[in-house]
């Protein structure tokens, strides 16, 4: 089974930016990889999806309402790699950050009740005010 390792997390006060990164074991194939977040005492809540690999409908984005127009997924297939850029972070962005795959290609019900196969052990993000 594929193996997702985070990297990237760390501290920076608000309005600054980080890049997480997902690192997939071996090649993922199409299938849909997802953000998830989760703070202290809070539920996991989604933050954004990417349908990865090549071909039609590869490199959709969507993204949940409170990150869109500050965050972008990306994918670099070469590296086996998912990208979750960060700009003008607010100290509720602060969460440990996940990333996860989704054995298919659909992305299915990733809001509000997200399906994913496989998960990474999580980076934390922590924004200063």
Do not use: H
């Not at 690192?23 to 539920?43: D, E, H, I, N, Y």
């Not at 933050?47 to 039609?56: E, L, M």
Request: hydrophobic share 35%; charged share 20%; with cysteine.
């Amino acid at each position: 089974q594929v193996q997702l390792v985070e990297s990237g997390g760390g501290s920076v006060q608000a309005g600054g930016s980080l890049r997480l990164s997902c690192v997939a074991s071996s090649t993922l194939g199409r299938v849909c990889m997802g953000w998830f977040r989760q703070a202290p005492g809070k539920k996991r809540e989604a933050v954004g999806v990417i349908r990865v690999g090549s071909g039609p409908g590869s490199d959709l984005t969507d993204y949940v309402e409170s990150v869109k127009g500050r965050f972008t997924i990306s994918q670099d297939n070469a590296k086996n790699t998912v990208y979750l850029q960060m700009e003008s972070l607010k100290p509720e962005d602060s969460a440990m950050y996940y990333c996860a795959a989704r054995g298919s290609a659909l992305c299915g019900s990733w809001i509000v009740a997200p399906d994913f196969d496989t998960w990474g052990q999580g980076t934390q993000v922590t924004v200063s005010s």
